[in-house]
């Protein structure tokens, strides 16, 4: 058997190792590098505006979302507006059927007109009675003038009788003459006092019939108002939503028949920790991103936040006196004012989910919190 003759290294013979590529061996100090000058522009930005930045998505845009309801019961006579519709302050919105309160207003106007004649006819007869308290007055006089005459005979009748130059019986007439005149003088003045009188009784029907007539004109206007109610308007100019109303249904007062979502005056009401709040106060800038635009930017300022935190306001405000205790990061309330410019109905809209940045670095003017006095 042959042996395989061995190959002996040639030691004389350097080994060479490869180098890594320039490229590689830069790669990673350049790396390292702009890691280090990341860190560092994070560092001042967080150092010189990110520390002072409190922001939260807890947060939703606001409005003053009116709910139109009827203030009469009646059946819709008509709908004029569809959902989603644009309308402006003062538009019709719905038409109750008004026959019945058209009748009572027709009603109510006739017992205005009533009240109006019998006060013209208290005030015709106050005149009238003047006129009869004239009469009396007259009616004084004459009796007056006939008692001073009758009285005159009866002394002169009874001087005759003395001396026998007039019978008894003359002297017996003209007495009773007088004292007729006397008794017409009395009951004249007496028709007098009672004219006079029947004009407090007078006054007191007019009082009376003025009182109705304020009575039956409120009525009236009751009632005018009530043919106003069956026109239900657009209180703010803005968007027709939440359309219940239908022609034809019922209508029972109160009940909610639309809503008018308004065209501007939106704000945010955003939810933040109560860690969160140490710098806060009335007028300091806020950015606001909304889910529904991604990149936009709105703006506006922090203009209060609420008294307590949002459980104080819930059905069931915990009780943490009893049982064991948990302590949960609470969060308050912080209304937000929009920008006039991004405050419209457009993109933004009531209810939406929003980003908001609090800028805290603006000087407090105002505590951020109510204190007790």
């Given amino acids: 058997m042959t042996s395989m003759p061995s190959v002996e290294p040639d030691l004389a013979v350097p080994v060479t190792t490869r180098k890594p590529p320039l490229l590689k061996r830069l790669l990673l100090p350049t790396a390292g590098i702009a890691a280090l000058?990341?860190?560092?522009?994070?560092?001042?930005?967080?150092?010189?505006?990110?520390?002072?930045?409190?922001?939260?998505?807890?947060?939703?845009?606001?409005?003053?979302?009116?709910?139109?309801?009827?203030?009469?019961?009646?059946?819709?006579?008509?709908?004029?507006?569809?959902?989603?519709?644009?309308?402006?302050?003062?538009?019709?919105?719905?038409?109750?059927?008004?026959?019945?309160?058209?009748a009572n207003l027709a009603k109510a106007e006739g017992a205005v007109a009533a009240e109006e004649a019998l006060l013209a006819n208290l005030d015709a007869t106050e005149q009238l009675q003047q006129a009869v308290i004239g009469q009396a007055r007259a009616g004084i006089d004459a009796a007056g003038a006939e008692t001073a005459r009758s009285r005159d005979d009866d002394a002169r009748y009874k001087k005759l009788v003395a001396t026998n130059?007039?019978?008894?019986?003359?002297?017996?007439?003209?007495?009773?003459?007088?004292?007729?005149?006397?008794?017409?003088?009395?009951?004249?003045?007496?028709?007098?006092?009672a004219a006079q009188r029947q004009l407090n009784v007078i006054a007191t029907q007019k009082q009376q019939a003025r009182a109705a007539l304020i009575q039956a004109k409120a009525e009236r206007d009751l009632a005018q108002l009530n043919v106003g109610y069956t026109e239900?308007?657009?209180?703010?100019?803005?968007?027709?939503?939440?359309?219940?109303?239908?022609?034809?249904?019922?209508?029972?007062?109160?009940?909610?028949?639309?809503?008018?979502?308004?065209?501007s005056g939106l704000w945010v009401d955003a939810n933040f920790k109560e860690d969160q709040l140490a710098r806060m106060t009335p007028g300091q800038r806020v950015i606001i991103h909304a889910d529904v635009l991604s990149g936009q930017e709105f703006h506006g300022h922090l203009d209060s936040l609420a008294p307590a935190s949002g459980s104080q306001f819930s059905v069931l405000p915990p009780e943490n006196a009893t049982g064991n205790f948990t302590k949960i990061v609470q969060r308050v309330p912080v209304r937000i004012h929009l920008d006039p410019a991004d405050s419209v109905l457009g993109h933004l809209r009531p209810g939406l989910s929003v980003t908001a940045e609090v800028d805290t670095r603006q000087a407090p003017e105002t505590p951020a919190v109510a204190s007790a006095p």
């Fill in 165 to 193: 130059a007039v019978s008894v019986e003359s002297a017996q007439r003209a007495n009773a003459t007088f004292k007729t005149a006397s008794a017409l003088s009395a009951r004249a003045q007496a028709e007098l006092v």
């Fill in 232 to 263: 239900l308007r657009a209180p703010v100019d803005g968007v027709i939503g939440n359309r219940r109303a239908r022609a034809g249904a019922y209508a029972q007062a109160g009940s909610q028949l639309l809503s008018v979502v308004p065209a």
């Fill in 37 to 102: 000058v990341l860190a560092g522009v994070y560092a001042t930005h967080w150092w010189t505006a990110g520390r002072f930045i409190e922001e939260t998505d807890d947060a939703y845009i606001g409005g003053e979302v009116t709910v139109i309801g009827s203030k009469v019961a009646g059946y819709i006579d008509e709908v004029l507006v569809t959902d989603n519709q644009k309308v402006k302050a003062g538009d019709v919105l719905i038409r109750l059927d008004s026959r019945d309160y058209r």
